[in-house]
């Protein structure tokens, strides 16, 4: 069953504690992105991702961490620093090339919540 | 800045109505625009991606159209079902970035 998988569905945390989501995919897609979602706003990107040990930051990467140690396999911490971190995480993936119009399959999402 | 906005934020309709979202952009220069649905709690899925030559792609009853002159774009519902109840986010592209830019998205709940 091919697919990106995004676990735990649900998630919270305590003030001051480092969580990390996972997210894998068996598309055996290039690039792979995280997303925060706020109800009543678009998907802001985190972080993303073209190759195997290599990401880039993107508009709202403070207070997160990523590694890309595996194709299949693209981590996100959300570490103590970020201030507001209760959200919906989307991690999505892609192939490279097609000039940009390659569809990203998102995967189901985490619901990460502050205590 | 790069810009997408949609309207209306939100919609009831009843089943079997027809409805339209809208989409205007400002990202330049364009690449190609989609259409996602996204279900409450789930991740958003592709109905339909349109280029700058495009001006019209279906996908069984959702129509999106593009105006890349005015940067306007719809997506029009035929026949609405109770399964179509979900967020419609457009997202545009631009060309040579790796990089979306996503609306806010419209709510759309279809009532029995």
């Known amino acids: 069953d091919g697919g990106i998988t995004q676990s735990p569905k649900y998630l919270f945390r305590k003030e001051g504690q480092n969580v990390t989501l996972s997210c894998e995919q068996n598309?055996?897609?290039?690039?792979m992105y995280w997303y925060r979602q706020d109800p009543g706003q678009g998907l802001r990107l985190i972080y993303y991702?073209?190759?195997?040990?290599?990401?880039q930051k993107g508009d709202i990467a403070e207070g997160y961490s990523v590694s890309r140690e595996k194709k299949e396999s693209f981590p996100l911490t959300v570490t103590s620093a970020q201030k507001n971190p209760t959200a919906f995480y989307l991690c999505?993936?892609?192939?490279?090339?097609?000039?940009?119009?390659?569809?990203?399959?998102f995967g189901p999402g985490t619901r990460l919540t502050v205590l | 800045k790069n810009q997408v906005e949609q309207s209306p934020q939100s919609l009831i309709i009843l089943e079997g109505k027809n409805c339209t979202l809208q989409?205007?952009?400002?990202?330049?220069?364009?690449?190609?625009l989609r259409w996602y649905k996204q279900d409450t709690g789930r991740g958003p899925v592709s109905l339909t991606i349109?280029?700058?030559?495009?001006n019209t792609k279906s996908n069984g009853r959702y129509t999106a159209t593009l105006d890349a002159d005015t940067k306007q774009s719809s997506l029009h519902i035929t026949a609405s079902q109770l399964s179509d109840s979900a967020s419609y986010i457009c997202?545009?592209?631009?060309?040579?970035?790796?990089?979306?830019?996503f609306g806010s998205g419209t709510r759309l709940q279809v009532q029995p």
């Open positions: 999505a993936s892609t192939i490279l090339g097609g000039g940009g119009a390659n569809e990203q399959f």
């Open positions: 349109m280029t700058f030559s495009e």
């Open positions: 598309l055996n897609h290039d690039a």
């Open positions: 991702s073209q190759i195997v040990n290599d990401f």
């Open positions: 997202v545009v592209s631009e060309t040579g970035r790796r990089a979306l830019t």
């Open positions: 989409c205007n952009y400002t990202v330049s220069p364009f690449s190609n």
